[in-house]
């Protein structure tokens, strides 16, 4: 997968997650153990932070749409990851936490008309394709706690 594709995809959740009433409080944050996708925080119902993985992939991926490449090794770097976002910002470091994974599907589309630059940020909705460039977008699935 290409970074592009990478980047549009965490761009498509991160605004699906602002709609959701969530504020994002990282993307793409490295650190030695690697990379945190989206870091985000609500308030309501109650406060949380989730580290939210982005997995993007196109039709016929051997992976059950990137399920199973969260191993358990992968769980473990996201982590420390996590861990060390939290010391490095420790007025999260209260709050509870939960690791997300996103799904999302894409497919590159060709002769796409050239659009309007957009003003707002588009509406983001769970199955629902969305243009973005010369992709073609879709949020297939947000799975909540996915692992502890």
């Known amino acids: 997968m290409s970074q592009q594709i990478g980047r549009l995809a965490e761009t498509l959740v991160a605004n699906w997650l602002k709609q959701q009433n969530w504020q994002i409080l990282a993307q793409r944050w490295h650190c030695r153990w690697g990379e945190l996708d989206l870091v985000a ?6 406060p949380w932070i989730a580290f939210v993985e982005v997995k993007a992939r196109s039709s016929g991926n051997w992976d059950a749409d ?8 992968k769980q473990e770097k996201l982590l ?5 976002f939290l010391s490095t910002y420790p007025e999260q470091a209260e709050l509870p936490c939960r690791f997300d994974v996103a799904i999302v599907h894409y497919q590159q589309v060709y002769d796409q008309p050239q659009s309007s630059p957009m003003t707002s940020p588009p509406t983001v909705e769970l199955g629902q394709p ?3 460039g010369q992709y073609c977008l879709m949020l297939q699935d947000y799975i909540v706690a996915a692992f502890e």
Not at 41 to 46: I, N
Not at 66 to 73: F, V
Not at 80 to 84: E, G, K, M
């Open 80 to 84: 420390r990851a996590a861990q060390l």
């Open 41 to 46: 925080f609500t308030e309501t119902p109650q």
């Open 66 to 73: 990137g399920l199973l490449a969260i191993t358990p090794a």
């Open 130 to 132: 969305l243009p973005m």
